[in-house]
């Protein structure tokens, strides 16, 4: 019985057609002489009916038929009788009659239900991931990923970019996170390193004049896990040469504009908001800001520089600042008792405490009021706050970090609690003039903010070796919905000028030699000005399925803990593998098998 037409698309234009369909057993109802099965197939679920009357050998064989059984049915499309329709479904103004069936795979009970609704532990979904898999949301999200991905790769092909593959074993360098490593068994003691990105190859590529390169790719990075992060993850990389960076970007919106209409079937303008990474800090505390919603953070420093609260003007004394967000409309519904639950969120980004104010008729109340009854103080911040009647005022006074870290957090967090984000919008915005390098106090030394082959800008090029704190880079990030969803730059491509920043990221002559010697090198031979950009995949699909894990849209993906419970992966590897390797665990070798 060969299938000739999908379950879930089985609509009353197939009225009175005779059909051969497949899937999993959704669910059975047997009513005595009639058994009602839901079909499931990745389209949909289609019913079947088995009627003693009309085919007593299909009904025995239906009888037989349980949940997630896969079956083969024949048999003619006929309607629902009347009242029986189901408006729910795509299928749900027919039924198929059947008059033939035939058990291909019979079924265990599975560990849960197979639906949406079924609340399920995610070790749980990740070891049985393919039952889970077979969930409709989750069915719906790797479609979702699959479009997305088809986009872009329409969307560069025509404009003429080439889908080239760089390796996964490659060497180790540093690009910011943690490598993962691979042993080399031919070459004992020498390890590859899976690729944290195609960033060094994609720039060799527009050396050899592929001029316009992408790539659908997997990058490995060992970093503590979030929702948002996966050991690997699948980036679209894009590199490009002799552009602007104004022209990529502006090439980016397009591909993007064209993205959420074909997917979702949204209308978004471009050009897209630009922020400097210094705005989105101070506006949103984060450079990552979610602009669905305004309560931007409010600048304190010179109404707490002249109010007796000691809070406040030690903050500003110790070289900090003070900020606060007004909650419009809230006083009423946070009480102390939520004020304290705000407090500790505050407090998880190093916030000493969270001093807050409630606007009413009779003017400021609240614990710390008494101090801006003095003098102007009051009436400044009432004003510089925009604080009416019924509004809550929260402030941190701290260092720059902690006050824009908790306060960003805390805006995010009410913008949910009170529901502030319109959950439909896209607000898609680039965070441009970051920072070629950040400071690391822990290792005394400067990081670059983005990658070490980012370019300064051409008027700070020469702040480099002097004043290396205050060069800004031409990099840019795109962030969607708080979610950094992109970043990429205009890169080095002078020979010269790439060993000054590794000299000023602290590598000597020779250790920058050793670890990006092929790279200078190729700069000798003609290498064009360049730029790029790369997306994180699995967040820009995460966020258009409206999930809040990626791995809702990865099909099998890590846990928490770095691990895969379906396979057990990371595994223990037998003492011979190890030896072949030329390797000896520490203190482990007895767990070896
Ligand atoms: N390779 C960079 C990254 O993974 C992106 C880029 O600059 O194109 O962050």
Request: aromatic share 8%.
């Amino acid at each position: 019985m060969e299938r000739t037409a999908y379950c879930g698309q089985i609509t009353s234009k197939y009225k009175e057609q005779h059909v051969t369909v497949t899937g999993w057993v959704q669910k059975r109802r047997d009513l005595g002489g009639m058994i009602f099965i839901d079909l499931r197939d990745r389209f949909g679920i289609v019913q079947v009916v088995f009627n003693s009357d009309k085919n007593k050998e299909a009904l025995e064989i239906a009888e037989k038929i349980r949940s997630e059984f896969i079956i083969s049915v024949q048999g003619q499309v006929i309607p629902r009788a009347q009242g029986q329709e189901n408006n729910e479904l795509n299928t749900g103004e027919i039924e198929i009659m059947a008059e033939k069936v035939e058990i291909l795979s019979e079924a265990k009970t599975p560990a849960f239900e197979i639906s949406d609704t079924a609340d399920i532990s995610d070790d749980v979904r990740l070891k049985y991931r393919y039952l889970d898999l077979r969930r409709p949301k989750m069915q719906e999200n790797l479609k979702l990923r699959h479009q997305v991905k088809k986009v872009f790769r329409d969307f560069l092909d025509g404009e003429e970019f080439l889908d080239i593959e760089t390796p996964y074993l490659t060497k180790s360098t540093p690009e910011g996170a943690r490598d993962y490593l691979v042993p080399s068994r031919v070459n004992q003691g020498k390890f590859f390193a899976l690729p944290q990105s195609p960033q060094l190859f994609k720039q060799l590529l527009m050396s050899s004049g592929y001029d316009r390169y992408y790539q659908i790719v997997r990058c490995f990075r060992d970093e503590d896990l979030r929702g948002d992060r996966q050991p690997e993850f699948t980036q679209v990389d894009i590199e490009t040469s002799f552009m602007e960076k104004e022209d990529i970007q502006s090439m980016i919106e397009k591909l993007l504009v064209r993205l959420v209409k074909e997917v979702k079937n949204v209308t978004i303008k471009a050009p897209f908001k630009r922020l400097t990474y210094k705005e989105a800090m101070e506006r949103f505390g984060s450079d990552k800001p979610d602009l669905r919603f305004d309560m931007e953070l409010i600048d304190l420093n010179t109404i707490a520089q002249e109010s007796s609260f000691k809070v406040f003007s030690s903050a500003l004394e110790n070289g900090g600042m003070v900020k606060g967000l007004t909650v419009k409309g809230a006083a009423k519904q946070f009480s102390r008792k939520n004020i304290d639950a705000l407090e500790s969120i505050a407090k998880i980004y190093g916030a000493k405490g969270l001093a807050w104010m409630k606007m009413t008729e009779e003017g400021l109340t609240g614990p710390i009021a008494k101090f801006f009854k003095e003098g102007d103080t009051g009436s400044k911040l009432v004003e510089t706050m925009d604080a009416e009647d019924g509004d809550l005022l929260l402030f941190v006074a701290d260092n720059k970090n902690v006050v824009y870290d908790a306060l960003g957090a805390l805006r995010l967090h009410l913008g949910k609690e009170l529901n502030l984000i319109d959950e439909s919008e896209l607000a898609f915005a680039w965070i441009v003039e970051w920072p070629l390098l950040e400071y690391d106090e822990e290792a005394g030394r400067y990081n670059a903010a983005h990658h070490p082959f980012t370019k300064p800008v051409e008027a700070d090029i020469e702040k480099l070796a002097t004043e290396p704190e205050n060069v800004m880079a031409d990099a840019y990030d795109i962030v969607l919905n708080g979610y950094e969803i992109g970043g990429g730059s205009i890169r080095i491509h002078k020979r010269a000028l790439q060993e000054e920043m590794l000299s000023a990221l602290g590598f000597s002559k020779e250790e920058a030699h050793k670890q990006f010697g092929f790279l200078l090198d190729a700069m000798d031979y003609g290498f064009p000005p360049h730029g790029g950009i790369a997306f994180g995949l699995d967040r820009l699909v995460m966020i258009l399925a409206g999930e809040n894990n990626i791995r809702e849209v990865i099909a099998f993906p890590k846990n928490g803990k770095a691990m895969d419970p379906l396979t057990d992966a990371p595994s223990v590897v037998s003492n011979d593998q190890l030896i072949d390797l030329g390797l000896r665990l520490k203190d482990k070798e007895t767990e070896a098998e």
